[in-house]
């Protein structure tokens, strides 16, 4: 979310405000609710933990407001009237977000250093390019991105032209990424990086890539 640092945090605000009222949630986690309808039998109301924000009866009022008699439902952590709302709407988003305060070129240092610790937060210069490789290493690092290179047999490394997956993803996704009729004529791949115990391993086709991992792949 791009912001002007000469502006009062109303945009912020308004924009969060929008954003909300579609459903689209910003850096929260979806609340940890269990919550089933059934067919009959009720409404079924359970907590692990004490509750402070919400209890049987707000959960049934809202409940019933939906048209929903019969569910069993599980708080499993301290959530507020809200919350319950959205596990029971069941169409929000939680997404991550990155505040960036763009023009602090034009504000002084102690207001730099007020937004800059807010969380999830980024002060830039566009027009100084001030702070701009450092706000590409957070979205990299948020986006939870990696870097994969492929190697041919004979040939050295591709590094012009690698493959940016996301963090978790195996040589099957590789090889998705490279071509869709990949994935059914591999046989086995050779991979150099740390998702290894030595360079070159031979790996099979769930094996899972790290960050700036080398791969070559041998077909059938």
């Given amino acids: 979310m791009m912001l002007d640092a000469t502006k009062p945090n109303v945009h912020r605000d308004l924009l ?38 919400c209890n049987e009866k707000m959960v049934q009022t809202i409940l019933h407001s939906f048209k929903i008699f019969n569910a069993e439902v599980l708080f499993r952590e301290d959530c507020t009237e809200d919350e319950f709302i959205d596990v029971v709407s069941g169409n929000r988003i939680y997404l991550p977000c990155i505040y960036v305060y763009n023009k602090i070129d034009q504000i002084s240092i102690e207001e730099v250093d007020r937004l800059a610790r807010q969380p999830f937060s980024v002060v830039v210069s566009c027009n100084m390019h001030l702070n701009l490789d450092y706000l590409l290493e957070v979205l990299w690092e948020h986006l939870q991105l990696i870097r994969v290179y492929t190697k041919k047999p004979g040939a050295p490394p591709d590094f ?4 940016i997956l996301r963090r978790g993803v195996s040589v099957e996704h590789v090889c998705h990424a490279i071509h869709r009729t990949l994935a059914p004529q591999f046989k086995y791949g050779l991979v150099w990086g740390t998702s290894t115990k030595y360079s070159p391993q031979r790996v099979g086709i769930s094996h899972v890539m790290a960050d700036e991992d080398v791969i070559q792949i041998v077909k059938k």
């Fill in 16 to 53: 969060e405000y929008e954003l909300e009222s579609v459903g689209l949630r910003l850096n929260k986690r979806k609340p940890n609710i269990y919550f089933k309808v059934k067919k009959g039998g009720g409404v079924s109301f359970n907590a692990t933990c004490p509750l402070t924000r």
């Fill in 160 to 163: 012009d032209d690698g493959l």
